[in-house]
């Protein structure tokens, strides 16, 4: 949505209204559940929050989660997908994986990573191509037609705009018992599948091991994969923050989470320092990552009022967090030799907003990723410490894939 300066000028004072209004109302509504000092300790953590088999969560130490797939990899090469958030573009992953299908292109990965929308793909990912006909559905047909369904003075007086029963729905149409079933079998092999949601208490990124959920099993493991997957895609003020039930060694609580990409736009784990040195193997550790958004965005004219100010200010923040994550990622990586390829939205896709589930527009954004995947034009290869040049190739077709697309290639050739 776009307000003219016309019609900025008119609507400014009620925006300013309403949000003098809201802060007014900060303290309405019932208290949220909030962590002691002592289990903000657990929060807080670095590590993967495991379920065991006694049926409470455990952080399990990045460095163990590492020594634990280089056991069961052996000499096998460890191949790693992190899927970012992103909103409606996430059906740009759902299309790379594919066409990656369709080339023939697409390994088993030892772990599989998601964030927001990259969380609600990443058990299709992991599943592999036996799950492509249920994951291109979503993204094809109509299933996300209708997930923006406003809340009557949700801003005002409840805690979002939009109601979640949509995407409930959603999420609970697919992730069933087969699939459930399918990723704990899958887990038992030793693979991971990991999701980030951010704790609106402490404020911090909170990874969890869904495989460990799905093998823990029964109606309640059920409930919580799917209460973790809502909450990965809950984008605070959007959509409400969702209640996680959980059981630690300290007893039974309650917190409440909001979107992981409030936190962190893509992860990797186990963390880059605890992967196996690729430097003089002959096949070193693999990370790729599927960008659901761009880099960078076209120049863009705001108009002279407090939302186009607002919308703009908050895009350029996510795009350079996105950059910084990326650039720290790859850093991490070179320093233990491991060879990371990327890939994202250029610039001259014409996206029409993260929020924009038009059927149509998710179905187009599925297509073209899928035919640049399956064209083997989708990875940009970042330097695993030689030098690096950018891509030299430039469609001009209005549409590039991101192989071809001049700042993705410039972008690697700059991590050095």
Partial sequence: ??????????????????????????????????????????????????????????????????????????????????????????????????GLTRSAARPEYSVVTGVSAGALLAPFAFLGPAWDVEMSAIYT?????????????????????????????LIDRYADDRMIAAIAAESARGRLLLVATTDFATGEPVIWDLGSVAL???????????????????????????????????????????????????FIAPAAADLPAGRGSAQPPLVRIIIDGRLRDFPYAAHANAYSIFRRSVSAGLN?????????????????GISVEYAAIPPSYPLRGAFDFNPDEQRALFQYA?????????????????????????VAAAAACPADDRFIGEFAALEK
């Fill in 320 to 336: 350079h967090m996105m950059q910084a994550t990326l650039e720290w990622t790859v850093d991490a990586s070179r320093l233990r």
């Fill in 141 to 169: 047909g109509d299933a996300t037609r209708g997930v923006l369904q406003r809340r009557m003075l949700g801003a005002l007086l409840g805690s979002s705009v939009y109601s979640n029963a949509p995407l409930r729905r």
């Fill in 216 to 266: 823990y099993g029964g109606a309640d493991a059920k409930r919580l994969f799917r209460a973790i997957l809502l909450a990965s895609a809950s984008v605070p003020g959007l959509f409400p923050p969702v209640t996680v039930r959980l059981r630690t060694e300290g007893g039974e609580r309650e917190e409440v989470h909001v979107d992981g990409g409030v936190t962190v736009p893509f």
């Fill in 1 to 98: 949505m776009r307000i003219s300066v016309a019609t900025g000028v008119g609507a400014l004072p009620l925006l300013l209204g309403g949000l003098a209004t809201l802060s007014g109302c900060a303290s309405m509504g019932p208290p949220l559940p909030s962590a002691t000092p002592e289990e903000a300790y657990l929060d807080v953590r670095p590590g993967i929050r495991t379920l065991t088999a006694g049926g409470y969560f455990e952080v399990l130490p990045s460095s163990e989660a590492a020594r634990r797939l280089e056991a069961r990899l052996g000499e096998q090469r460890l191949n790693i997908l992190a899927l970012s958030s992103g909103g409606a573009t996430g059906a740009f992953g759902a299309g790379a994986l594919a």
């Fill in 370 to 394: 899928a035919s640049c995947a399956q064209a083997g034009r989708l990875w940009i290869q970042a330097p695993r410490g030689e030098p690096a040049h950018a891509v030299e190739r430039h």
